[in-house]
């Protein structure tokens, strides 16, 4: 089993929709959850991050956490072109970890106009 | 505000041949670095971390060596490259807070033929 899985896509949703990507994981001591979007050939940035239960909103962006259920998700409002990237779930885990993050394997999103 | 820098950004180099990838971080001191690999449509791979200098801790058994002669500065090592150590490499440095987000530079691509 994946440490942190992503739904699989590609994922494609019209200009102005709500876009929805999820992630679960799998150890339970996790702290810590991120989303990054990657442009094509670019490096990954930090778009969000959300450590206790419920929804943490920024603007368009909204993400979700249930920890009981082990799962993450991001919500997109108003989705635009600009928008289209591959979105990676990250998990800190507890522990004597050293901060690091494990990645899940990304979801490519499409907004097409 | 902090910076992460690596270089070169593109390289194609030949299988046997040596590999040194450099990554340097700018406004913040003694902070935590990481290696991490990305293959072609595929997540993040961690391959090392460090929290200090001369102090490295490797994730996965591999061609390549990582060394932390600076404070700053952080290298990726290869003395005979692989046809599967081809990627995208990214360097990171973690913020310094309990949340502990990682924030990427621009990334080296490496294509080993």
């Known amino acids: 089993q994946k440490e942190v899985e992503q739904n699989s896509g590609p994922l494609s949703v019209p200009e102005g929709a709500i876009a929805s990507l999820n992630c679960t994981y799998s150890?339970?001591?996790?702290?810590?959850f991120f989303w990054y979007r990657q442009y094509s050939g670019k490096s990954p940035e930090l778009i969000m991050f959300?450590?206790?239960?419920g929804d943490k909103e920024d603007g368009r962006f909204t993400a979700q956490l249930n920890k009981a259920s082990q799962y993450v998700s991001l919500l997109i409002r108003d989705s635009q072109p600009s928008d289209s990237a591959t979105y990676l779930c990250?998990?800190?885990?507890?522990?004597?970890?050293?901060?690091?993050?494990?990645f899940g394997q990304g979801t490519i999103l499409t907004v097409h106009p | 505000s902090q910076t992460i820098h690596q270089w070169p950004a593109t390289l194609v180099q030949p299988v046997g041949s040596p590999l040194s990838l450099e990554c340097t971080v700018e406004?913040?001191?003694?902070?935590?670095l990481y290696w991490y690999r990305q293959a072609a449509g595929r997540g993040l791979q961690l391959l090392f971390y460090?929290?200090?200098?001369?102090?490295i801790s490797s994730e996965v058994p591999q061609n390549l060596s990582a060394s932390r002669p600076q404070d700053r500065q952080f290298i990726l090592s290869s003395k005979k490259l692989l046809l599967s150590d081809s990627g995208f490499y990214l360097c990171?440095?973690?913020?310094?807070?309990?949340?502990?987000?990682?924030?990427f530079g621009e990334g080296s691509r490496l294509t080993v033929l």
């Open positions: 990171a440095w973690k913020a310094d807070r309990e949340i502990g987000e990682l924030f």
């Open positions: 990250a998990v800190k885990s507890g522990g004597t970890s050293y901060g690091k993050l494990t």
């Open positions: 406004g913040t001191s003694n902070p935590n």
């Open positions: 959300i450590y206790s239960n």
């Open positions: 460090s929290v200090g200098i001369g102090q």
């Open positions: 150890d339970r001591g996790s702290q810590s």
